[in-house]
């Protein structure tokens, strides 16, 4: 009750983001998904700043030391990208949030093309899945399913080269054998307390994760 702003990462949050603002009058800010990486971390905190009329001074200060501490060790990746054939074909498997973020922030900064995007979450209240024209232009391919089966079978048929998904597609990974990348629940044999893949430091944890993922696989 005594925040002066709620933010939303997901469209799960803004019912609740409507309840506060009835009840409590406290407004909130809308994203599609978490912010990974530092232009979008950058555009939440100035988004928050303005909104709560902090100096933008304090913002770009933090932000200028993110940059740095990201282009440190983004920089030194770079270095061996291509000797070690981090460009992939890549498929993506969960909610629309957690797709948007990982899928976004690997395009720009892995040069990951992104084959295949299977939706879990568009369902209505009748329970059907409604397809959203906005996600039209992140994949060539876009799906909208729970269904394992049906998710097996498009992961089958097509030509990624690594899936990021959830341990409920670790069979057809082997299969296909191709390396999965576990982003989405449910997770099993994992122990996760506080990882996230938000912010400057989320962002260099998926490079590691992702990086890793394809090496253990060559």
């Known amino acids: 009750p005594a925040a002066e702003l709620n933010l939303v990462f997901s469209k799960w949050g803004v019912p609740i983001g409507e309840k506060l603002k009835e009840k409590y009058g406290t407004d909130y800010l809308f ?8 232009e979008e971390t950058e555009t939440v905190l100035q988004d928050i700043a303005s909104v709560l009329k902090i100096s933008s001074e304090k913002t770009e200060h933090v932000m200028e030391r993110e940059k740095e501490h990201f282009a440190y060790y983004y920089g030194g990746l770079w270095q061996s990208f291509y000797e070690n054939n981090y460009l992939k074909y890549v498929g993506l498997v969960g909610n629309e949030s957690t797709v948007l973020q990982v899928g976004r922030f690997l ?20 329970g059907s899945y409604q397809k959203k024209e906005d996600l ?4 060539e391919e876009i799906y909208y399913t729970g269904d394992v089966q049906e998710i097996r079978e498009i992961v089958e048929g097509s030509d990624i080269e690594i899936l990021l998904a959830s341990s409920l597609e670790q069979e057809v990974a ?4 191709i390396p999965l990348l576990e982003i989405s629940f449910p ?6 307390l506080s990882k ?9 944890r998926l490079i590691e994760d992702y990086t890793s993922a394809i090496a253990a696989a060559e």
């Open 196 to 204: 996230s893949y938000a912010g400057v430091e989320g962002a260099l």
């Open 31 to 38: 994203y599609s998904c978490l912010p990974t990486g530092p």
């Open 174 to 177: 082997r299969k296909n054998h």
């Open 136 to 139: 039209a232009q992140f994949s």
């Open 187 to 192: 997770v099993y044999r994992q122990t996760i």
């Open 107 to 126: 395009k720009k900064y892995l040069g990951a093309q992104i084959r295949l995007a299977v939706i879990t979450d568009h369902l209505d209240e009748s």
